[in-house]
């Protein structure tokens, strides 16, 4: 297969918290991988900062560990390693002091047209200050551009005053909010299936889908990030963002063109018409789940060091979309640690044929669904009933017609660019549909506010359950009360 590669404009681009975990995970090895793919342009600059006094040979061998844990054995040579070094800058910057400043301002050109992008990589507590040295510094022109990820806000409110800092440097059209899961391959496949296709509009609707399930499944627990999830929660760090978002693609109207604000208009349509869970009705639609101790496996309160913690590793709900297109089917929303398996899939599943000319058979037939599969291995499938091969009457079979990506393109030698790879060209290149609008994200926190409101007000404790199973026994009864069942998470 041959993948395309457009370069990108010259640029210099600046991380703050460099020596961070997104940078030494992500950013550093994502950006390798656009170099060997020849889209970074020859001057191109990738200045590193954070508090620490390093020297830029210091910060080469941090970027070296960096490649080394996270870029295939493959991938790596000598000379394009050294190549990738040589783009490497580093500054030592207290964000809070007057250290580092000017050192930055030295190295940084705002004459010309490069494009100056400026990734914070660091607590949301410091983006106003930062910004605002930005201000200062004059690092604000026309061709410059923040890009910002979650948290994004704790509520409504603290999102509000986080807009407010960045625009108080940054026009709307410079600011980049990352949710990762937009750049992942097949949640814009999601887009193409949808818009470049004219088989399945007619039917993606409420007379046609009987509901909508989306999982985001992980096996992992919280891991080193305790602290930070325990004050998060499902809802704040998978739902409010990544499920919403998901949600957001499988439901909006066409955009009348794939361009940010089109595509960001038709999704904040969709935030907005999620019609609001109340208190009253908090039991009925929303599980919480809270993993235990299993073989091997500290229990959530353990991970976290906090044995009195009510914080959710597990959410599922029901949510409706109040619009004409999807009155009457529900979307059912699942996301947990310590699950059985990782696996994130939008699944769409039609009402039954209106009348069965067939006898009745013994086997239960669940309809036709399409199910996109995020990962694991991205893949489309649709679930089909057919005829049993072979003798022995009309006999019914459900089957799944199968489009993994990885076989259908021959991916073995070519490997799927991480999300971080899109989203960090897109930014140099200027291109923000797949980034957050600041109000789409102040309306997908005034959904989520007042159902975390609900669950504190009823001081209700998340349901235990084992960790490899699919969540608490509650969960289940979410659908089945409704007559339907999630699907299995498992490949
Ligand atoms: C992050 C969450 O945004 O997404 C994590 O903070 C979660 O808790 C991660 O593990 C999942 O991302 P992915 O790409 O591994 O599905």
């Known amino acids: 297969m041959v993948t395309k590669t457009i370069p990108v404009p010259s640029f210099d681009l600046t991380i703050f918290g460099a020596t961070g975990d997104l940078s030494k995970r992500k950013l550093l090895p994502a950006l390798y991988h656009r170099m060997l793919a020849g889209q970074i342009p020859r001057d191109a600059r990738i200045i590193g900062t954070s508090r620490s006094d390093l020297t830029i040979e210091e910060f080469r061998n941090f970027a070296i560990d960096s490649l080394n844990e996270f870029v295939p054995s493959k991938d790596l040579k000598k000379d394009p390693i050294d190549l990738f070094l040589s783009k490497l800058d580093y500054v030592a910057i207290d964000v809070t002091g007057e250290k580092g400043w000017d050192a930055l301002s030295e190295k940084i050109d705002m004459t010309g047209d490069r494009i100056h992008a400026f990734y914070l990589s660091i607590s949301p507590k410091l983006f106003g200050t930062v910004v605002d040295r930005l201000v200062a510094a004059g690092f ?6 923040i890009v910002v990820e979650k948290p994004l806000g704790h509520d409504l409110e603290s999102a509000r005053a986080l807009n407010e ?13 990352i949710d990762h899961y937009l750049g992942k391959e097949t949640v814009q496949n999601l887009m193409a299936l949808r818009f470049a296709n004219s088989l399945f509009e007619p039917m993606w609707n409420s007379h046609h889908v009987d509901h909508v399930q989306i999982t985001v499944a992980e096996d992992i627990g919280v891991g080193g990030r305790g602290e930070y999830y325990d004050h998060s929660g499902a809802m704040r760090d998978m739902v409010q963002n990544h499920l919403i978002q998901l949600l957001c693609l499988t439901a909006m109207e066409p955009p009348n063109q794939f361009e940010a604000d089109a595509v960001r208009d038709e999704k904040l ?98 309809g036709n669904a399409l199910i996109i599969r995020v990962q694991p291995e991205e893949a489309i499938t649709l679930r089909m009933t057919i005829k049993d091969p072979g003798t022995g009457g009309m006999r019914l079979k459900e089957v799944s017609l199968d489009m993994t990506f990885h076989d259908k393109f021959d991916l073995d030698d070519i490997q799927m660019p991480d999300a971080y790879e899109r989203l960090i060209m897109d930014v140099i290149r200027g291109d923000q549909t797949l980034f957050m609008r600041g109000d789409e994200v102040e309306a997908a926190w005034a959904w989520a506010d007042p159902i975390i409101q609900a669950w504190q007000d009823s001081n209700q404790a998340p349901a235990p359950y084992d960790p490899n199973t699919s969540g608490p026994e509650d969960a289940l009864m979410l659908m089945h009360k409704d007559g339907r069942r999630w699907r299995e998470i498992s490949l």
């Open 269 to 366: 349509k969709v935030i907005k018409a999620l019609q609001p869970i109340t208190a009253a009705e908090i039991n009925d639609v929303t599980v919480r789940g809270q993993y235990r101790a299993g073989p091997g496996i500290k229990s959530y309160k353990d991970d976290v060091d906090n044995e009195k913690s009510k914080t959710e590793s597990f959410l599922a709900l029901k949510t409706n979309i109040a619009n004409w297109r999807w009155s009457g089917t529900p979307f059912y929303l699942r996301t947990g640690k310590r699950l059985r398996s990782r696996l994130s899939e939008i699944a769409v599943v039609f009402k039954s044929a209106p009348h069965s000319i067939f006898e009745p058979q013994n086997e239960h037939f669940r």
């Open 165 to 177: 800092q960045l625009s108080a440097g940054f026009e709307e059209s410079q600011i980049y909010r």
């Open 140 to 145: 604000t022109g026309p061709n410059s551009r």
